[in-house]
């Protein structure tokens, strides 16, 4: 393994409406030597945000989370790109590793552990940690996402090396936030089966989304009374109150 000199590093991060989070996320990714945020059609305040921190500001249409990243890093020229989601927030031991990793050769994209927090307590189990998703450094040129809508995977040229520190995930800080998000992306992968030629009901996707996010508060949440997930209790099968 040989040590290089610095290499220019620009993180990206695909935004639509985040202006409740996405001054946590560019804050956690000021160590870059550049911050790009994508945004894809938002009505809020998002842009300003990111302006007013120093963020370079693309703006791209969304088609689908796969082609929509990989439309992102065709536009950026660093030959190191990192990537994190607005509510997504780089701890610093990880940006220690990824700014060690970047001045080497070892390997041509690097993964993370993503830990995600559920309504503020933290997700270590029900499938969801470990989470290694795609990198959250990479090779320009040797490191693409796959074409899928939603779900995407990611094609490597090089090695690909798991990083020891974790990343932390606040994606849902609410139930009915969750149930949003659930259903929009129940609608991006009724459209993705579509796409492969397959027979699918939106409903039924959305109806999935729902009873696995059941079985996870069945594991992750202390029902208590006179709290904002108690009005939601009678919504789930008797053995689960």
């Not at 000021?30 to 302006?51: F, H, L, P």
């Not at 830990?115 to 320009?140: E, I, Q, Y």
């Not at 729902?210 to 099968?237: G, S």
């Amino acid at each position: 393994m040989s040590v290089q000199v610095k290499a220019k590093v620009t993180a990206y991060i695909m935004a639509k409406n985040e202006e409740s989070r996405i001054a946590q996320c560019i804050e956690s990714l000021k160590w870059c030597d550049e911050v790009v945020v994508a945004d894809t059609g938002s009505t809020d305040n998002t842009v300003e945000i990111a302006r007013n921190m120093g963020c370079l500001i693309m703006k791209i249409p969304f088609e689908g989370f796969g082609p929509t990243r990989n439309s992102i890093i065709d536009k950026i020229e660093s030959p190191w790109i990192v990537c994190f989601d607005a509510d997504e927030v780089c701890t610093p031991e990880l940006a220690a590793e990824i700014k060690q990793a970047a001045r080497t050769d070892r390997a041509s994209a690097f993964l993370a552990n993503r830990l995600t927090f559920l309504m503020g307590k933290p997700v270590k189990h029900s499938g969801w940690n470990p989470d290694f998703r795609h990198a959250v450094l990479f090779k320009k040129g040797e490191y693409r996402y796959t074409e899928r809508n939603i779900h995407e995977s990611f094609e490597c040229l090089g090695k690909v090396e798991k990083l020891k520190a974790v990343f932390y995930h606040y994606s849902f800080p609410s139930l009915s936030d969750m149930l949003t998000k659930e259903k929009s992306y129940s609608q991006l992968g009724a459209k993705e089966l579509l796409k492969q030629g397959k027979n699918v009901s939106v409903g039924k996707g959305v109806a999935h989304g729902i009873w696995a996010f059941c079985r996870l508060i069945e594991k992750t949440i202390e029902w208590q009374p006179n709290t904002p997930l108690e009005k939601y209790r009678d919504l789930l099968p008797d053995r689960w109150k």
